[in-house]
């Protein structure tokens, strides 16, 4: 293979001109990618563009997909190493390409091990000022925001990264549609209150004052992911919260039980298979005091509880608890939108919504939330 000997090696804390997306400590040497959809974009004139890579993980390997003038053209898993890995080769090199470099899988809480970090790029040409977007939008959710089940055939229900997809899923098609920038704060099977088993430590409000608090161990620790969030730094003027759905699937699923302390924990039924009024009250509870931190920390956003997709069992359980909290705070920027369910044409891998389903959520979606940045 012939060399390009016009390549020449940079940190990326060296480089002007980069835009990065998604949480993250702010630190460039190296920078982390922790959630799915974070990224770093360039607008790059040059003929190769390449990156190094530093992987980790025990069980869960990172995947990142490559996005070039709007066009997904490679998706590809990373093997644990530090190396190099060539973004593009052979393009024209007076053209300006625009390119994100986009983790593709989720913050992957059952594995401590898990990490993918940027080190350099070796580049032939100049990097360009990349113009920031006129909105920013933050996505909060589970599985179906993660973009699990939508890559693969409908057979498949091995529970691994290959079938998750920050591209495929309805958070990055709202944002482009919006010409927004947008952030993912998400976690298959956790909720608002408990995870699907019922296990009230799995829920995404704990952890959203962290920047990626919903890890663990001390290499997670290491890499800033538990450090407080500088919201400042980054305003999102909607807040769109896909919860619900797991908190649901816990009134259906056995007692989980802590087997270090015995605690253990169970949404009910009753007999007749309404839910427990305590135990709704309880997710409802949850809801209003979510709606309460994320206000806390996102002072002008329209937050927009977005419940769907995967069936609308505790909606009316929702829309109470959003009452509640306008009535308490008198807070008229919240609102509640149902999601399209997903049909059985639009069915996906692991029986999640597929892209088709993604793509029409994302449609509905994109117009509520277009009226919304329309009246400021």
């Known amino acids: 293979m012939q060399k390009n000997k016009n390549l020449k090696q940079q940190a990326l804390s060296d480089i002007e001109h980069i835009q990065v997306h998604g949480r993250t400590t702010g630190n460039l040497s190296p920078l982390t990618l922790f959630w799915t959809g974070s990224a770093v974009e360039f607008n790059a004139k040059g003929a190769e563009l390449w990156l190094e890579l530093e992987v980790d993980y025990e069980v869960y ?7 070039i003038n709007g066009a997904v053209v ?24 625009n390119v994100r470099i986009v983790k593709e899988v989720q913050a992957m809480s059952g594995d401590p091990g898990c990490s993918l970090q940027i080190h350099a790029v070796r580049f032939d040409g100049q990097f360009l000022p990349v113009e920031d977007k006129p909105y920013k939008l933050e ?6 925001t993660s973009g699990e089940g939508t890559v693969g055939a409908k057979t498949e229900e091995d529970w691994i990264p290959m079938w998750f997809s920050a591209l495929s899923n309805y958070a990055a098609m709202t944002a482009e549609s919006l010409n927004a920038d947008y952030r993912v704060i ?5 909720g608002v209150l408990t995870a699907w088993d019922n296990n009230p430590h799995c829920n995404l409000p704990d952890h959203y004052g962290q920047v990626c608090g919903l890890l663990s161990g001390p290499k997670n620790e290491a890499l800033g992911a538990f450090r407080a969030n500088d919201f400042d730094a980054w305003q999102p003027d909607v807040v769109i919260i896909n919860l619900g759905t797991n908190d649901g699937s816990a009134f259906h699923s056995p007692e989980w039980s802590d087997q270090a302390t015995g605690e253990t924990r169970k949404q ?7 839910y427990h009024a305590e135990d709704l009250k309880s997710f409802e509870e949850a809801v209003r005091s979510f709606l309460a931190k994320l206000r806390k920390n996102n002072k002008k956003a329209h ?50 919504p597929g892209a088709a389903a993604h793509e029409k959520a994302s449609k509905e979606l994109t117009g509520y939330i277009r009226e919304i940045l329309r009246q400021g």
């Open 61 to 67: 390997e990172p995947w990142i997909g490559i996005v």
């Open 74 to 97: 490679s998706r590809q898993m990373l093997v644990a190493g530090r190396y190099w890995v060539c973004i593009f080769r052979g393009m024209n090199a007076d053209a300006v390409k």
């Open 268 to 274: 009910r039924l009753n007999e007749d298979g309404t």
């Open 186 to 190: 998400s976690q298959s099977g956790w």
């Open 139 to 144: 996505f909060i959710g589970d599985s179906i």
């Open 303 to 352: 937050l927009v509880w977005a419940y769907g997709m995967l069936g609308i069992p505790l909606m009316p359980a929702i829309y109470r608890a959003v009452d509640a909290y306008v009535n308490e705070t008198g807070d008229k920027r919240v609102s509640v939108f149902q999601l399209p369910d997903m049909t059985e044409e639009a069915i996906g891998s692991r029986s999640h």
